[in-house]
């Protein structure tokens, strides 16, 4: 199945799986930063300073004082956005778009999930190297470079980050497949992210069993007012330490 100019069958999946494309561009959307300018190392014009303006819009929306916990929530929903959208176009069309950051622009105003318009579809195949490459390599090594040398967040929290949006992603495409009685889909997206999470950047965020995944790292949403342990989360229960507990 080839990648049609629309990722139109995306669309059934929901708002963390879709693309937009060219052919839902508008004024506005052609204005944004792309996700290259995004990931600059040093902040400089209103592009650049993007990443720096979704922080602090999600510390907002979050309520929280500390910087650390709206960039661990923002660097995870942009992750969750990039795999799933990378997941389930290999899954349900047997191959990916160029997912260069120079192609994708990003609305960092948007409410979640992030709003991501990709200007042009270029298919690529839909192995497991070819998706490392084009989210792994090309989005979340930069952003997260760039995150830690501005706001001095840990690594190791980040990569837990990717682990659990790639196995959210994936636990999501599942269920929405069996639900419809696509066992192909989802065997493809299983067999897919059993190859991505032996990636040596993945292979220790976590442990896998089935479509389950127990991350190895907190992303530090318990700090949050109101907020609770994740599913996933290393802990059971939100920890009474100091501040700057669990941020490896």
Do not use: K
């Not at 069958?9 to 792309?34: I, Q, Y």
């Not at 999600?58 to 956005?81: D, F, K, N, W, Y």
């Not at 191959?95 to 579809?121: C, I, K, N, Y």
Request: hydrophobic share 40%.
């Amino acid at each position: 199945m080839d990648l049609d100019p629309g990722l139109a069958a995306l669309r059934p999946l929901g708002g963390f799986f879709v693309l937009r494309t060219a052919g839902a561009a508008t004024p506005a959307s052609v204005s944004l930063p792309t996700l290259a300018e995004t990931y600059a190392p040093a902040p400089g014009d209103v592009h650049r300073n993007a990443l720096a303006f979704r922080v602090d819009t999600v510390g907002r929306r979050l309520r929280t004082t500390e910087p650390r916990v709206a960039v661990s929530i923002t660097h995870q929903g942009l992750a969750a956005r990039l795999w799933s959208a990378a997941l389930a176009c290999a899954a349900l069309y047997g191959g990916v778009p160029d997912l260069d950051p120079r192609l994708l622009r990003w609305d960092a105003a948007a409410t979640a999930p992030d709003d991501l318009w990709l200007t042009e579809v270029r298919p690529l195949p839909g192995d497991a190297p070819t998706v490392a490459a084009a989210v792994l390599h090309a989005h979340l090594e930069p952003l997260g470079e760039t995150l830690t040398a501005r706001y001095g967040i840990a690594a190791g929290l980040l990569w837990g980050n990717a682990g659990s949006a790639l196995a959210g992603a994936a636990r999501e495409l599942d269920r929405w497949a069996r639900a419809r009685g696509r066992t192909d889909v989802a065997d493809r997206a299983r067999a897919l992210t059993g190859e991505l999470f032996a990636h040596p950047l993945l292979r220790t965020t976590g442990t896998r069993t089935g479509t389950a995944f127990r991350r190895r790292s907190c992303c530090l949403y318990y700090r949050v007012p109101g907020g609770g342990v994740c599913g996933d989360c290393c802990f059971t229960r939100p920890p009474r330490s100091s501040p700057h507990a669990a941020s490896g």
